[in-house]
């Protein structure tokens, strides 16, 4: 099979098994959000983005390390890598269990110091994640992963709902999140058959730190944003507009779930056009194609019918979410589009200017949630979301003068069409029931729909 039509179909696999769990996710969510309210939920989601960013930082890009690998890793370097991650989480963890009351006074949420305390031990689960999860990646058995992935999801709601259900406030969510690590540990590790060993050879620890550092450097810089809401908007607004946000970016994140797929099995299959710059450019364009109908046509189609979802579903109480998620959605629909920039910048070994666009990034959107959010609350941070678009320009810049502009004529059409149906959803009811007309309007294009047809028949064979 070619390598075109064996990532597509690998991906279509993930796809189906996230849309699976998108739908448990959805059911999961609005009986959780629903019962424990705003208040609670704001608490969870404050605490979570902090131990989010620090379980980012603590990947140390050891991950990107082992899948950009043109040939196969040896089993020392998984090891070595299960080592370091295992140090690294160590004094992460360590550190946020005994800074958790500093912490807690900096965000002016006291409630968060014992919940941080108990999700600092989310920290080694996720990471030490990393060496079998690869290991399943580099041989393109997502098939394998989807599976793990959904059970462990499954777990997580068998956990939280009942706990939410009894009372548990926030602690719902967070006995959720440590079953949910714990069971993903065991089957990624029992699925993998490997077996790790402690192993520190300072040849290899230093070439991995070197290459990660070079990586993490740029990823550091972008796990910023989710500092934005738990510090900026729990500061200014209180921990329960951080759960309205942190509900808007939890539903876009659930909506968008191509995205990660098509990340993941870039970052395993571009790796085997490295050499040919042609084929990456014309492998960016289709991604972003697939990337804009995958992840726009699900949050537009939420757009038109949120007031009614949240309304009926979630409650009342939820309804100020809808004034953010439509702002929240655009950035993220356009960071779909872009992702694979990042990934083929990052293959060619330029991850310095990665780093430069993440950097523009987060001035434009922390330094326009620092100024907005006082005034506007969370309506001012989804337009620190809108002013953070502009430096996406940097890193087309950084792509077009490595390996050429891309082509994005196919992708324009299926991203205005989705940006404005969102925009058309905060009108009024009459237009945003319109508005979904629009989603048909690129299927006028006989290529469009050539295009479609192809994946189709790719994916049935």
């Known amino acids: 099979m070619g390598l075109r039509n ?4 690998g991906g279509f696999v993930m796809v189906i098994r996230q849309g699976l769990g998108l739908l448990l996710s959805l059911i999961g969510v609005i009986l959780i959000t629903r019962v424990i309210g705003p208040s609670e939920y704001g608490l969870y989601g404050a605490s979570y983005g902090i131990i989010f960013f620090f379980g980012s930082l ?32 160590a004094i992460f963890c360590l550190g946020i269990i005994f800074g958790r009351q500093a912490i807690a006074q900096m965000l002016k949420l006291p409630e968060v110091s014992q919940i941080l305390g108990i999700l600092a031990l989310t920290i080694p689960l996720s990471l030490l994640n990393l060496p079998a999860t690869v290991k399943l990646d580099r041989d393109l058995n997502f098939h394998r992963v989807a599976y793990i992935e959904l059970v462990s999801q499954i777990s997580y709601y068998l956990i939280a709902v009942p706990l939410a259900l009894k009372g548990a406030g926030a602690w719902a969510p967070v006995s959720g999140l440590l079953t949910q690590q714990v069971t993903q540990l065991t089957l990624f590790y029992w699925s993998s058959k490997f077996r790790p060993s402690l192993c520190w050879n300072p040849i290899l620890v230093r070439q991995m730190l070197v290459y990660g550092f070079s990586y993490s450097s740029s ?7 989710t500092l934005v809401n738990p510090v900026l908007v729990g500061r200014f607004a209180g921990a329960e507009a951080v759960g309205f946000v942190a509900l ?55 757009a038109i019918l949120g007031p009614i979802v949240l309304m009926l579903i979630f409650g009342k109480d939820w309804t100020p979410a809808l004034q953010v998620f439509p702002f929240i959605a655009v950035g993220y629909l356009t960071n779909s589009i872009f992702s694979l920039h990042s990934s083929v910048l990052y293959l060619l070994g330029r991850n310095l200017l990665v780093t430069w666009f993440h950097l523009a ?35 087309h810049y950084y792509v077009t003068k490595e390996i050429g502009s891309p ?6 059409l299926w991203y205005v069409v989705s940006v404005a149906v969102l925009a058309l959803s905060g009108v009024s009811p009459s237009a945003r029931y ?25 994916l049935r064979s």
């Open 58 to 89: 603590g990947t140390w890009g050891l991950d990107v390390y082992l899948l950009r690998k043109s040939s196969n890793p040896e089993k020392e370097e998984y090891d070595q890598t299960f080592t370091l991650l295992l140090c690294i989480s």
């Open 361 to 395: 990034h987060i001035a434009l959107f922390a330094g326009s949630a620092f100024f907005l959010v006082p005034s506007l609350g969370i309506v001012g941070y989804g337009w620190a979301e809108v002013c953070a678009l502009a430096s996406y320009v940097v890193i």
């Open 434 to 458: 319109m508005s979904s007309c629009l989603l048909l309007l690129p299927l006028i294009s006989t290529q469009q729909r050539k295009s479609l047809i192809n994946y189709v028949q790719i």
């Open 219 to 225: 990823s550091w810089v972008w796990q910023l944003r």
């Open 407 to 412: 082509n994005y004529a196919d992708t324009v």
């Open 6 to 9: 064996q990532a597509l179909k």
């Open 248 to 302: 808007a970016t939890r539903l876009v994140e659930m909506l968008s779930f191509a995205k990660t797929v098509t990340w993941r099995i870039a970052m395993a299959a571009l790796a085997k056009l490295k050499d040919d710059k042609t084929r990456l450019r014309k492998s960016i364009e289709e991604a972003m194609r697939l990337q804009t109908i995958a992840v726009g046509l699900p949050i537009a189609g939420f």
